[in-house]
């Protein structure tokens, strides 16, 4: 087990953390206002799945191999900016949705938890930030490293869980009654398509560093 004190720091840090939206948060805000909050509840709980394989291999140390590793980080980073463009010309080129329609069906919720499945797994920056964060916060004389790295991992997880769905109710929220609107309909298929692709664009940019 972790040591309580810095187990403690670390539960601030991380909440500091995640009340700071970044790319993820604006991936599960998109969703919440495009097609409702069971649409951006799901992206949570796809997005935290990549979130999993991310901390195992962070405490096996797999993560080391892709920030070490030229070839891995590349493959790493571009696929998951090829898939982050994918859904946003995807979204730009879907049609209009009717107002009156239900906001989702058994399908597309499937789809949106494997869009955030795979936009968290392929995001090398994901890997990157569990390799050089949660080891500060480990004590070697409190015995093996990889299980206290597993647990300030599935801690993280578990704090990030509750703060990405916080922000997908509030935005679902926001869009059903925003979504009553045909023009803003419009207007938000473009943003969120945008913003993916600017993701996309972001993420085939990034650094080992």
Do not use: C
């Amino acid at each position: 087990m972790p040591d309580p004190t810095l187990w403690g720091l670390f539960v601030v840090a991380s909440l500091v953390l995640l009340l700071t939206p970044g790319p993820a948060v604006l991936y599960i805000v998109a969703r919440s206002v495009e097609r409702g909050r069971a649409a951006g509840l799901v992206s949570v709980l796809g997005i935290h799945l990549g979130t999993i394989v991310h901390i195992v291999a962070a405490a096996v140390g797999l993560s080391a191999l892709l920030v070490s590793s030229a070839l891995a980080f590349a493959i790493v980073k571009y696929l998951g900016a090829a898939y982050l463009i994918w859904i946003g010309i995807r979204t730009i080129m879907a049609r209009d949705p009717d107002p009156d329609a239900p906001v989702v069906r058994a399908d597309s919720l499937r789809r949106v938890f494997r869009d955030g499945f795979l936009v968290n797994l392929f995001n090398p920056k994901t890997a990157i930030f569990f390799l050089a964060f949660l080891p500060q916060f480990v004590d070697p004389a409190r015995g093996a490293l990889h299980w206290q790295i597993l647990i300030l991992g599935l801690t993280f997880m578990g704090l990030g869980i509750m703060s990405d769905a916080m922000f997908a109710l509030v935005a679902g929220a926001a869009g059903d009654f925003l979504r009553r609107s045909r023009r803003f309909l419009r207007f938000q298929r473009w943003f969120a398509g945008t913003s993916f692709i600017g993701l996309g664009v972001t993420a085939a940019m990034a650094t080992r560093r």
